[in-house]
């Protein structure tokens, strides 16, 4: 059974980091590229990063695009990502998904809410 | 960049009725795909490559389209179908995936 955790959401002040971890079982995790996708409550869902299974490519929303750094560990199954300069609008809850065989995200995590107010 | 516009925003229906949600791409699209999101839980993937039912998903849930224009059709509405749904296809330039706007299904 596929199963993605995702940690270390909670509250951060405006220009502070972050970091989300997402622990994936059930599959082969190094062959399928990995995604975030995150859920406000005023634009519903926005897909913010991929890193694929070699960790050697990876692709950002021009939303967090130079300020979101993800990665991922194939020899721990997790990828992560580096949340830094936050903003107000950078609260939602973040999902850890998995590609499918195609273009589309066949599993997801409960998701992680993290929160940038001072 | 390929934008995904979903209508209605609300659609209100009764059990057992016929919902019929509509994604419309801002250029053609190849593959399209739809989550169901409901409060507290994991988005679910339905439907792939625009009519392929994902495992486990009810018969009564349907996608059909192509190019610019998808349907997701629910044949009779139950109880558990009220939800948000959302739609999403990957463009390869620039390299990145879109949702649209969803597209809530309320009890009337």
């Known amino acids: 059974e596929v199963q993605l955790l995702e940690s270390g959401g909670g509250l951060v002040q405006p220009g502070g980091s972050l970091r989300l971890s997402c622990a994936a079982s059930?599959?082969?995790?190094?062959?399928?590229?990995m995604s975030w996708v995150r859920q406000t409550p005023g634009k519903g869902l926005e897909w913010v990063s991929a890193?694929?299974?070699?960790?050697?490519?990876?692709i950002y929303a021009d939303s967090v695009k130079g300020r979101f750094v993800v990665s991922r560990d194939n020899s721990k199954s997790m990828v992560n990502l580096q949340m830094n300069s936050m903003r107000a609008e950078d609260t939602a809850v973040y999902y850890c998904?998995?590609?499918?065989?195609?273009?589309?995200?066949?599993?997801w995590g409960q998701g992680a809410l993290v929160t940038v107010s001072s | 960049e390929i934008v995904l516009t979903q209508s209605p925003a609300t659609l209100s229906l009764s059990p057992g009725e016929r919902a019929t949600l509509s994604c419309r791409a801002s250029q053609s699209v190849r593959y399209l795909a739809w989550y169901q999101l409901k409060p507290g839980q994991a988005p679910r993937l339905l439907i792939y490559d625009a009519s392929n039912r994902a495992s486990g998903i009810p018969a009564r849930f349907s996608g059909s389209g192509s190019g610019t224009d998808f349907t997701l059709t629910i044949s009779s509405l139950e109880p558990e179908d009220f939800a948000v749904y959302y739609c999403q296809q990957r463009s390869n330039w620039p390299p990145m995936y879109t949702f649209g706007q969803g597209t809530k299904l309320e009890i009337k």
């Open positions: 998904a998995k590609r499918g065989p195609g273009d589309y995200f066949d599993y």
């Open positions: 059930g599959f082969t995790f190094n062959n399928y590229t």
């Open positions: 890193i694929n299974g070699g960790a050697d490519k990876t």
